[in-house]
Every structure is written in C-alpha cells, then in structure tokens.
C-alpha cells in the first residue's frame, strides 16, 4: 500500500512528534551547521573566533543562533569570570553525536552537487 499523509501515522507526519522533523528543525537554518562545523573541530571556541570565521552574519543573528543550540542541547556556554568577560562554546555530548549524522551529510551534499552540475 502507498503511504500518504492521510494514511501515514501521526509520528510520522506531526512535525511535534516526528523525529526526522525534530532533528531538521535542531540544524536547519543558514548558519548552524556552519556554527557545528567550527565547534567540531576544536574543544571550545570563543564567540569572536566563530564569528570571525563566519563571513556575512551578523553579531545578532550569531547570539541567537547560539542561544538555540544551547536551548537545543547542541552546545554549551561557559562563562568565565574574568574582565572583559570571556565566554567559550563547546559541544555537548549530544552536539558530538551529531558528527555522524554531519560526515553523511557532508557527503550527501557532494554527491547532489555533483549530480546538480551534471544536469
């Protein structure tokens, strides 16, 4: 039988409760993965060194996006008490079990891209 939306289970379709959904709306977003990608290759990193490494966004846009990968339970933020005010990110161990799942689409997105250009 063909499945659609009307016959699919509701976890299936119900972006609340659909796990694929709930992990795409954790990393979907122009500037998370770039945010991941920086955060996995080092222990910790500071917010001027992401932000240095992320031409064209803004410090706002920056600061949320971090806030929901800490809301998200991807990073962690640690302040430290020092003057001026140091602040590092580091990934959770969740954030770090998300290398897999990046590394594929890393690859996936080569592979598209190759397959777009031929087109």
């Known amino acids: 039988m063909a499945y659609n939306r009307t016959t699919m289970p509701a976890w299936e379709t119900d972006p609340e ?5 709930l992990a795409l709306a954790a990393i979907s977003g122009k500037w998370i993965l770039r945010i991941y990608g920086i955060l996995r290759a080092r222990e910790s990193a500071r917010y001027s060194d ?3 490494q992320l031409e064209g966004i803004s410090e706002k846009t920056l ?3 971090l806030r929901k990968m800490e809301q998200d339970g ?3 933020r640690m302040v430290y008490p020092e003057v001026p ?5 580091q990934l959770t ?3 770090q079990s998300l290398e897999t799942t990046y590394e594929a689409l890393m690859s996936w997105g080569e592979r598209y891209a190759e397959n777009k250009s031929r087109s």
Do not use: F
């Open 17 to 21: 409760t659909c796990s694929i959904e």
């Open 50 to 52: 992401i932000n240095n």
């Open 63 to 65: 600061t949320a996006q």
């Open 74 to 76: 991807i990073v962690t």
């Open 85 to 89: 005010p140091r602040v590092e990110y």
């Open 93 to 95: 161990p969740l954030g």
